[in-house]
């Protein structure tokens, strides 16, 4: 099949290729490059789950799709820490990484031509990529009366944001669950930062305070990549409405969609342990405020960032231009408009890099 009539020919070009010019000239920088771009863990991945996966790693045959229930019963107990009630066995699903999920939800969900899906104005591109993939129109807005009378066929929140790091306090999170629930509109949050806090205190819209008890009507996308240092070993889960999930699962299992036996494994261990959660919170706390004293001090403003793994800054100039002046020192930074228009005079900037880089960041920009 030629390109042009390819699947790759809806899908927006990926954004990170724009950026190698500029990476180029950071790495030439006399003390290497600090890349700042991607919020990729760099820490060790915890003994605790290390542990488990190498004493789960005789695993012989296929595993399920619906997922070991020891997983899925970890899933709840670790959403129950945060408030979340309601929800059964039947309302989680294991997943291979969240960024997958996401892609492919409206697909597996019967979205298609004609159906339209909201996400945020500025928001991670993967919801449009989602969008585009099943065919469906895409609107960015912030504003539900900005969608008008139409009932949308899926509608993304995502708080804590990526890129702006911004917390929706629960009154607009209820407000939009019960906005949806009229319509029929399949509510999914991405809260895969929700234990990245800083300045604010998250909650899921499965909380009873948003959802009233309820998950009809409402799926959560969950991510052990950046509370447990899990990226390389694709873990997440989601939890909500069972028919949804229901819905899910069936399509899963024609497609062979299923996470490792060991990893399911690790994944447990990994919920079960908060020690090791709580000095990774440490480590990011750190980092983050280095950093943000850093950008300061060099005349950038941090805009929201009360959570997440990023700060989200600004010199009130083309986001380009500040991609540039930073690699020119040789930090890498990911340009506000890969998030959408409204973000084209900020950059976001991660502080998931070690110790060491972060320090040489600072000392560049100070």
Same mark, same amino acid.
């Given at each position: 099949?030629?390109?042009?009539?390819?699947?790759?020919a809806?899908?927006?070009? $990926?954004?990170?290729?724009?950026?190698?010019?500029?990476?180029?000239?950071?790495?030439?920088?006399?003390?290497? %490059?600090?890349?700042?771009?991607v !919020?990729?863990?760099?820490?060790?991945?915890?003994?605790?789950?290390?542990?488990?996966?190498?004493? @789960?790693?005789?695993?012989?045959?296929?595993?399920?799709? %619906?997922?070991?229930?020891?997983?899925?019963?970890?899933?709840?107990?670790?959403?129950?820490?945060?408030?979340?009630?309601?929800?059964? &066995?039947?309302?989680?699903?294991?997943?291979?990484?969240?960024?997958?999920? %996401?892609?492919?939800?409206?697909?597996?969900?019967?979205?298609?031509?004609?159906d +339209?899906?909201? $996400?945020?104005?500025?928001?991670?591109?993967?919801?449009?990529?989602?969008? @585009?993939?099943?065919?469906?129109?895409?609107?960015?807005?912030?504003?539900? *009366?900005?969608?008008?009378?139409?009932?949308? #066929?899926?509608?993304?929140?995502n708080?804590?944001?990526?890129p702006?790091?911004?917390?929706?306090?629960?009154?607009?999170?209820?407000?939009?669950?019960?906005?949806?629930?009229?319509?029929?509109?399949?509510?999914?949050?991405?809260?895969?930062?929700?234990?990245?806090?800083?300045?604010?205190?998250?909650?899921?819209?499965?909380?009873?305070?948003? =959802?009233?008890?309820?998950p009809?009507?409402?799926? *959560?996308?969950?991510?052990?990549?950046?509370?447990?240092?899990?990226?390389?070993?694709? #873990?997440?889960?989601?939890?909500?409405?069972?028919?949804?999930?229901g819905?899910? +699962?069936?399509?899963?299992?024609?497609l062979?969609? %299923?996470?490792?036996?060991?990893?399911?494994?690790?994944?447990?261990?990994? &919920?079960?342990?908060?020690?090791? @959660?709580?000095?990774?919170?440490?480590?990011?706390? @750190?980092?983050?405020?280095?950093?943000?004293?850093?950008?300061?001090?060099?005349? $950038?403003?941090?805009?929201?960032?009360?959570?997440? +793994?990023?700060?989200?800054? *600004?010199?009130?100039?083309?986001?380009?231009? *500040?991609?540039?002046?930073?690699?020119?020192?040789?930090i &890498?930074?990911?340009? !506000?408009?890969?998030y959408g =228009?409204?973000?084209?005079?900020?950059?976001?900037?991660?502080?998931?890099?070690t110790?060491?880089?972060?320090?040489?960041?600072v000392?560049?920009?100070?």
């Amino acid at each position: 099949m030629s390109s042009s009539r390819g699947v790759s020919a809806r899908l927006p070009d $990926f954004p990170w290729d724009k950026l190698t010019a500029h990476a180029a000239r950071a790495r030439s920088h006399p003390d290497g %490059i600090v890349d700042l771009s991607v !919020g990729t863990p760099v820490d060790p991945t915890p003994g605790v789950v290390q542990e488990a996966l190498a004493a @789960a790693a005789d695993w012989p045959g296929y595993p399920t799709t %619906i997922g070991l229930e020891a997983t899925r019963q970890a899933c709840l107990d670790w959403l129950g820490t945060h408030g979340v009630t309601g929800v059964g &066995l039947d309302g989680v699903l294991p997943t291979v990484g969240s960024k997958e999920l %996401i892609a492919q939800l409206a697909l597996h969900l019967g979205v298609g031509a004609g159906d +339209l899906v909201v $996400f945020p104005e500025l928001a991670y591109p993967t919801y449009d990529v989602g969008a @585009a993939l099943a065919g469906a129109r895409a609107l960015a807005t912030d504003s539900l *009366t900005a969608i008008g009378p139409e009932r949308p #066929a899926l509608l993304w929140l995502n708080s804590p944001s990526n890129p702006t790091g911004r917390v929706l306090p629960p009154e607009h999170l209820r407000k939009v669950v019960e906005w949806c629930r009229e319509r029929g509109t399949v509510l999914v949050s991405d809260e895969c930062y929700l234990e990245c806090a800083w300045d604010a205190e998250p909650v899921s819209v499965l909380h009873p305070s948003v =959802s009233g008890g309820s998950p009809d009507g409402i799926l *959560t996308v969950h991510s052990l990549s950046k509370r447990s240092n899990l990226a390389g070993y694709r #873990a997440a889960f989601v939890a909500g409405d069972p028919a949804l999930v229901g819905e899910l +699962l069936a399509v899963r299992k024609n497609l062979g969609l %299923i996470v490792p036996g060991p990893v399911q494994v690790a994944m447990a261990a990994a &919920l079960a342990d908060t020690a090791h @959660a709580e000095e990774q919170h440490a480590r990011y706390a @750190a980092r983050r405020t280095h950093l943000r004293g850093a950008l300061e001090t060099a005349g $950038f403003r941090v805009d929201h960032s009360e959570a997440s +793994l990023y700060l989200w800054a *600004t010199r009130d100039e083309d986001c380009w231009a *500040t991609v540039s002046w930073l690699a020119e020192r040789g930090i &890498l930074a990911a340009p !506000g408009d890969f998030y959408g =228009s409204a973000g084209a005079q900020h950059v976001r900037v991660a502080f998931t890099a070690t110790d060491e880089r972060v320090a040489s960041a600072v000392h560049r920009l100070t």
